[in-house]
T-cell receptor
């Protein structure tokens, strides 16, 4: 069992739908991350929140909108996605993005399929 | 340019046949090197943190080592349940760089 929990595990949506992915951690971490992973590729960083403030946005299209309501929760709001956005979306957390020697801990992801 | 390279891309081993996976990196200001295991449809599972050249960490059949330019993940007498993709990641000044992974298959 992972200490980072993601819901839902699977999501199928049409290109006009609006949905949200949710992530929760109870490890006292102050940095949280969203990654996108395509089959047989490494995770690609999308967003980083540090102390509940967005610190890194890797030029992600605006149809992806992150939100960090508090230090334990991270959401990813989805709207008007394209078929190429189908992927595994991973959430991770760590003690802090600038602290050395601190691994990121990952959830099991949400498998997103866009019809 | 910061870069992390893993080799081989894929590795097939007979059960009990020991081998090593390689992670080479060129980053400015290394702040940590991490090994992860990822099973299909799951998130990466943290295995080891390495920071100083010469450092070694062990867990069951796995042993990770670090030099100034690369890290090795040694697998001793692997079992079929060790089959997975092994990812290396390097932390440098707040950025996390992943290698492309090694897909390991252990045949009974």
């Amino acid at each position: 069992d992972t200490e980072v929990t993601q819901t839902p595990k699977h999501l199928v949506m049409g290109m006009t739908n609006k949905k949200s992915l949710k992530c929760e951690q109870h490890m006292g971490h102050r940095a949280m991350y969203w990654y996108k992973q395509k089959a047989k590729k490494p995770p690609e960083l999308m967003f980083v929140y540090s102390y509940e403030k967005l610190s890194i946005n890797e030029s992600v299209p605006s149809r992806f909108s992150p939100e960090c309501p508090n230090s334990s929760l991270l959401n990813l709001h989805l709207h008007a996605l394209q078929p190429e956005d189908s992927a595994l979306y991973l959430c991770a957390s760590s003690h802090g993005p600038g602290q050395k020697n601190q691994p990121q801990h990952f959830g099991d992801g949400t498998r997103l399929s866009i019809l | 340019e910061d870069q992390v390279t893993q080799s081989p891309e894929a590795l097939r081993l007979q059960e009990g046949e020991s081998s090593s996976l390689n992670c080479s990196y060129t980053v400015s200001g290394l702040r940590g090197l991490f090994w992860y295991r990822q099973d299909p449809g799951k998130g990466p599972e943290f295995l080891f943190t390495l920071y100083s050249a010469g450092e070694e960490k062990e867990k069951e059949r796995l042993k990770a080592t670090l030099t100034k330019k690369e890290s090795f993940l040694h697998i001793t007498a692997p079992k079929p349940e060790d089959s997975a993709t092994y990812l290396c990641a390097v932390q440098a000044w707040g950025q996390f760089y992943f290698g492309t992974g090694t897909s390991l298959t252990v045949i009974p």
